[in-house]
DNA sequence: TCAATCACG
DNA sequence: ACGTACGTGATTGAA
């Protein structure tokens, strides 16, 4: 498996990338897609600059090779903090989830104490490592078998924390229901900013094909959403750019991420103008946060 | 050309 | 009885 790992690294990122930088700009010019994936996300080719490694150590080298245009510039990053669940949090209009998010509260940690039935601050990791699981599987519409499958728990154990969480958070089993239930009337789904995702296998007699166009049902108007918000984003941020006299171009869009690559003598105002443009993109019921980051390469710049 | 695998959100 | 968590792109090796 360490073998894998460090093949993949090699031949993808390594081997591949200095072959593809321009020998006029000495930099690496991606593609963007607007009009390939499903849910309205933007995809990224030749290379795929929105899966450069990360998560590993030896992917965190890989990363780490990424740096800001000159001696006179830095990184900066921008992410949305949990937006995925934020939109489904106001698309669904649940009062538990509104809440957590309102207060500001570790919204993985929220969810384990109100499903497991314990105080926030006994909560324990194994916990909420289980509730953030079950947060990322709602928004895919996870099964009892495919939450027992990314965890320890039993298919009965997963059986009760679905049904926990959807009673704790009962605007979510909502929210599912009538997702499915809209693609079935309609023949399509959509986002908050009115982009449709047509499911032509919602009535197909095979259970599993059916199955999947109901779990794109429920996922793509969370992802679509997120996507036109950050598409929002970006135009206002470009726009401000422009207006103010900033030279600091925006250089990347990673779905829930942008980057730019900063003159050090304008870092503080970019920062300011681009967290304040991406939390202000869409309003929701839930306020949208972003944090940024800044570095020399775009490993430090998180 | 395709399936399998694995990198990311 | 059946199938089982969304969205992508690049590389590899076999057909």
């Known amino acids: 498996m360490e073998w894998r790992q460090v093949g993949k690294l090699k031949s993808t990122y390594v081997d591949a990338l200095p072959e593809l930088v321009n020998p006029r700009t000495g930099r690496i010019h991606t593609t963007f897609n607007q009009a390939v994936a499903a849910t309205g996300r933007l995809s990224s080719t030749n290379p795929n600059m ?22 006179d510039r830095v990184l900066l990053s921008a992410d949305y903090s949990q937006i995925e669940l934020r939109v489904i949090a106001s698309m669904s209009g649940d009062a538990g ?4 998010f309102l207060s500001g509260e570790d919204i993985h940690a929220a969810t384990a104490s109100k499903v497991f039935g314990v105080p926030l601050a006994e909560v324990s990791r194994e916990q909420r490592s289980q509730a953030k699981t079950v947060n990322f599987g709602i928004i ?28 704790t958070y009962p ?7 009538d997702q499915v239930a809209a693609a079935r009337a309609q023949g399509y789904v959509e986002t908050l900013l009115g982009r449709r995702r047509y499911l032509r296998d919602i009535d197909s007699r095979n259970q599993a094909v059916r199955g999947h166009s109901e779990r ?8 679509g959403t997120a996507a036109d918000i950050v598409k929002l984003a970006m135009i206002r941020i470009h726009d401000r750019l422009q207006r ?31 967290k304040a443009e991406m939390e202000s993109a869409f309003v929701l019921k839930v306020p949208l946060v972003a944090d940024t980051g800044v570095g020399r390469t775009w490993l430090k710049a998180h």
């Open 50 to 71: 929105q899966n450069i490694p990360v998560r590993s150590e030896r992917g965190q080298r890989v990363r780490d090779l990424f740096v800001a245009g000159g001696p």
């Open 97 to 100: 989830m509104i809440d957590a």
């Open 140 to 167: 895919y519409g996870v099964s009892a078998f495919g939450l027992s499958q990314q965890t320890n728990l039993s298919r009965s154990e997963a059986k009760e924390v679905i049904e926990q969480y959807f009673a």
């Open 171 to 177: 605007g979510i089993k909502k929210y599912i229901d």
């Open 216 to 223: 794109n049902a429920i996922n793509a108007p969370i992802q």
């Open 244 to 274: 103010e006299g900033l030279k600091s171009p925006m250089i990347l869009q990673v779905h829930d991420e942008l980057v730019f690559d900063a003159y050090s003598t304008e870092v503080e105002s970019l920062r300011e103008l681009v």
